[in-house]
C-alpha cells in the first residue's frame, strides 16, 4: 500500500503563487506515475498534472504554462509548482500514484480569492 501526504494548499489572491508537495511511502517511487487531481465545488475531479517515472509530463490546457509538476526520486516527493494563480483554481487537490493500483492522498485544500 502508497502512502500519500499532501501539503502546501492555503488562501492566496489572484496572481499568487503556490506550491504543492505530496510525499510517498515505498522504496520504489521512481516506478510510481504521480499525478495532481483537482475537484473544485460541484464539479468532477480532474486531472491537472501528471510525471511518468521517466520524467515526461502532461498537463491539462487550463494550467498550461502556470503549473509545473516536478520529481525528487531521492526524496520521494513530487511537488506541483501553481503560478498566475486565478479563482477558478480554488479547488481540492489530490496526489496520486499508479502502482499495482491506484493510491490516493487525502487532498489539501487551494483557495484562489481576493
Known amino acids: 500500500q502508497v502512502q500519500l501526504v499532501e501539503s502546501g494548499g492555503g488562501v492566496v489572491q489572484p496572481g499568487g503563487s503556490l506550491r504543492l508537495s505530496c510525499a510517498a511511502s515505498?522504496?520504489?517511487?521512481?516506478?510510481?506515475?504521480m499525478t495532481w487531481y483537482r475537484q473544485a465545488p460541484g464539479k468532477q475531479r480532474e486531472m491537472v498534472a501528471r510525471?511518468?517515472?521517466?520524467?515526461?509530463?502532461n498537463y491539462v490546457d487550463s494550467v498550461k504554462g502556470r503549473f509545473t509538476i516536478s520529481r525528487d526520486n531521492a526524496k520521494n516527493t513530487v511537488d506541483l509548482q501553481m503560478n498566475s494563480l486565478k479563482p477558478e483554481d480554488t479547488a481540492v487537490y489530490y496526489c496520486?500514484?499508479?502502482?499495482?493500483?491506484?493510491?490516493w492522498g487525502k487532498g489539501t485544500l487551494v483557495t484562489v480569492s481576493s
Open positions: 515505498g522504496s520504489t517511487f521512481s516506478r510510481y506515475l
Open positions: 496520486n500514484a499508479e502502482y499495482f493500483g491506484s493510491h
Open positions: 510525471i511518468f517515472s521517466g520524467g515526461i509530463t
